[in-house]
């Protein structure tokens, strides 16, 4: 029969190109040979010179999944159900949980090209059989193409040939440097953020951005993204507030679907899966936003989710109505992320009170036989691992399990439904966990268990088509990550989410060319995102510079016309080792103020509470007192009015959490909020370049009251602050040039 392919060399591997067919990857060298079916080509991945299903890629993702999954060893499936720690590429100048070597070395000390592979990424490639990959920084993208080509040529000559499946959490934001993100090097198209993106109020626009992402993250070798984040955020203060879509349920469920499809979606596939695909794990089930007083769930001070509201169904509403019943060919997102926390008191069967990645009710009832998801569940990272000595220490978060070893823990998560293990490059308690499981149930049923997750997690690899071609050609991946039109878009979104909330006297926009002054601020210590505790700064805002294209920019208010003071949302933490070393319970309120904060109304007695760690199970922080560690904001505003002597003050705030601007407002002439976009983006607002079109997607409470008294499972339950010019800060709210903004969006979402 008449050879109906043809083959191209490239950088370090070669592509076949087959008429009318999937097009393969082989890297040079490769063990793996073509065989040629019906004058095409296949890759012979176990070198039997015959065509087994798994190789052929004109069946579906499933029949090659089972097939496979069929025939690998248990240390084979193991591997599948590995999820890396966060690797950063190079892993240079750091120690620590991120640190690694080459060739036994630092990387400085190695002189080794960035896009080598380090010594712990081979081991657990080849050794632990990882095949899911977490990426966090990237040199360049450069960097990212030829380290993906090394991981995938060892890959390819390991074992049955099995692809990685490199994952990030998102990097698009304007804010990408964010703590708990890592910081991306290479020149990815930059967007609005979650509650960002919900500003505009257009998920077509989520959409579209889902649409080129996804061409972003394939052109970087990543093929799952770790998001969205479609938690109901109905706890104002919870610190992953500003990633999530807002607590209005229909709102979020529409703005989960279109990111879903625009990540996921192969434009011309029959099922809407391809090469242009990227796997959604929506994060996190049944939903993490409700921590009992706004603690989070990374620290066993936050491990509780409460539902005083009676709310529960409410926020599984984003999974069922819209990650799960998707628009486009693929149907469903390919992958969800169950929190960390311990949904207290909602597991109806067994009354346990564990981590929902333990919970049998939770993942194996509801979730698998209640809303009949099928595809991967992959706990949040380091659920097995061991706590930490204190209660804010940055450690393992095994929430209710405490008390198991770590094999034991795989085990129960295993039990309950899970398929893949977050933070976790070792295949050893993974396979101690299967043979007990063998002593408990049975080696069939335990093989059968194992050959289930392996279906799903196989499932995600070929319906991406990594095992066709995981390789990148660098001049193709340079045109795409930071595309012009790509970055014009984001920069768009940017200038879309950003919301103009008070505009007395017109103070804006402001003529280009006056003289502005824009002062330093001064932020005090605070633990930050993984517990170690700052320094005291001071920080020139990037607007500063950003503002010099625009004004003239001055030293002093003396000498502006107007000033400018960029500031943040609250910071604070409810925690204090300091509180519990003076014989405290350690539990402090989280502010959503400036001052000083007393918690008059707080709950005496906590909705949950006992940890090992702790003789007590009262949590209350009643009558106890916190104070926002940039409370010097205020004062920095306050300050300026003074200086400015009737010169208009122009405050722009970053908001991470709602706030309380009682104590704010009355000391500015207009006020803007944006939720972590670029300054250009502000002052491109500032200015009437852009006119502001961003309404509030979320509540401003009128005092920390009402934050007391809201129920954290409940959306929209504040009394929200109302100015000194009448407008209410709710849900739906924004002003453009000529007043508040009345339109189709807020007569479509708006609450009232």
């Known amino acids: 029969m008449e050879k109906l392919w043809k083959e191209e060399q490239k950088d370090g591997f070669r592509l076949i190109r087959n008429e009318g067919g999937k097009c393969l990857g082989l890297s040079d060298g490769s063990r793996v040979k073509l065989i040629t079916v019906d004058g095409l080509a296949f890759k012979d991945f176990l070198g039997t010179g015959e065509l087994a299903p798994y190789e052929d890629w004109r069946l579906d993702a499933r029949e090659r999944a089972e097939d496979l999954a069929a025939r690998l060893p248990i240390e084979d499936i193991a591997g599948l159900m590995l999820y890396s720690a966060h690797q950063r590429i190079p892993a240079d ?86 703590e708990y993100k890592g910081i991306t090097g290479e020149p990815i198209s930059k967007w609005a953020n979650g509650i960002g993106l919900t500003a505009s109020f257009n998920p077509q626009e989520v959409l579209e951005f889902g649409k080129i992402a996804s061409r972003e993250y394939r052109a ?78 990374h620290y066993a001070y936050g491990k509780y989710a409460v539902y005083p509201g009676g709310n529960f169904e409410e926020h599984l509403r984003p999974f069922s109505e819209g990650a799960f019943a998707l628009e486009g060919g693929t149907q469903s997102a390919s992958a969800v992320m169950p929190y960390y926390t311990i949904s207290y008191g909602q597991d109806k069967e067994n009354g346990e009170n564990v981590g929902n990645s333990f919970s049998r009710y939770l993942i194996g009832n509801l979730l698998r036989e209640q809303l009949g998801y099928d595809g991967v569940v992959c706990t949040d990272w380091g659920i097995t691992h061991n706590t930490g000595k204190t209660e804010e220490e940055f450690a393992g978060k095994c929430w209710g399990v405490e008390e198991l070893t770590i094999e034991e823990r795989h085990l129960k998560a295993l039990e309950a439904g899970v398929d893949q293990f977050g933070g976790n490059n070792d295949i050893k308690p993974v396979l101690e966990a299967y043979r007990m499981g063998c002593e408990k149930y049975g080696e069939e049923a335990m093989r059968k268990r194992f050959e289930r997750s392996a279906v799903r997690l196989l499932k995600n690899i070929f319906r991406t088509g990594l095992f066709e071609n995981p390789y990148l050609e660098l001049q ?67 607007g500063k510079k950003a503002a010099a294209k625009w004004f003239e920019v001055v030293e002093t208010a003396e000498e502006a016309d107007v000033a400018i003071c960029f500031i943040e949302s609250p910071i604070s933490v409810g925690y204090s080792p300091e509180d519990r070393a003076a014989g405290g319970n350690g539990y402090l309120p989280v502010t959503l103020q400036y001052r000083p904060y007393t918690a008059k109304k707080a709950r005496e007695e906590s909705l949950a509470g006992g940890d090992p760690l702790e003789d007590f199970t009262n949590r209350s922080y009643f009558g106890k007192t916190n ?79 009402t934050v007391e008294e809201q129920d954290e499972d409940r959306a929209f339950d504040m009394r929200v602050y109302i100015d000194s010019e009448g407008h209410a800060y709710d849900f739906a709210y924004g002003m453009n040039y000529s007043g508040v903004i009345s339109d189709e969006r807020t007569k479509e979402y708006g609450r009232k």
């Open 93 to 178: 100048g750091m120690n620590g949980p991120f640190s690694a070597t080459y060739g036994g070395k630092s990387f400085e000390e190695s002189q080794a090209e960035p896009w080598e592979l380090t010594d712990q990424q081979k081991k657990f490639l080849t050794e632990d059989k990882v095949r899911h990959v977490l990426i966090t920084e990237l040199k360049d993208t450069e960097t990212a193409v030829k380290w993906n080509n090394r991981l995938q040529a060892l890959a390819e000559n390991t074992g049955f040939g099995i692809p990685a499946n490199n994952s990030s959490d998102p990097r698009h934001g304007a804010d990408s440097g964010a």
């Open 627 to 705: 104070t926002a560690a940039n409370e010097e904001d205020l004062d920095l505003v306050i300050r300026t009015k003074e200086q400015m002597k009737g010169k208009p003050v122009i405050v722009s705030v970053t908001v991470k959490n709602p706030l309380v601007f009682r104590e704010l407002e009355p000391y500015a002439d207009a006020i803007l909020v944006e939720f972590g976009v670029s300054p250009d983006a502000v002052l491109e607002v500032i200015t009437g370049k852009y006119e502001p079109t961003g309404l509030l997607p979320l509540q401003m409470p009128a005092d920390m009251d």
């Open 476 to 542: 193709k991946s340079l045109d795409t990550v930071g595309n012009p039109e790509f970055v014009k878009k984001g920069f768009d979104s940017q200038l879309h989410s950003v919301v103009l909330l008070k505009n007395r006297n017109q103070a804006l926009p402001l003529k280009e060319k006056v003289k502005v002054y824009i002062p330093d601020r001064h932020i005090r210590p605070y633990r930050n995102f993984i517990s170690i505790l700052t320094d005291d700064s001071v920080v020139t805002p990037p």
């Open 220 to 297: 970087l070798g990543i093929a799952t993204a770790l998001s969205p984040q479609i938690d109901l955020s109905t706890e104002p203060r919870w610190m992953r507030f500003a990633d999530t879509f807002g607590e209005h349920t229909r709102l979020a469920v529409e703005m989960t679907k279109a990111y879903c499809d625009g990540f996921q979606t192969t434009e011309g596939s029959a099922d809407g899966w391809g090469e242009e695909s990227v796997n959604t794990m929506v994060k996190h089930f049944p939903g993490g936003g409700p921590c009992e007083g706004g603690r989070d769930a």
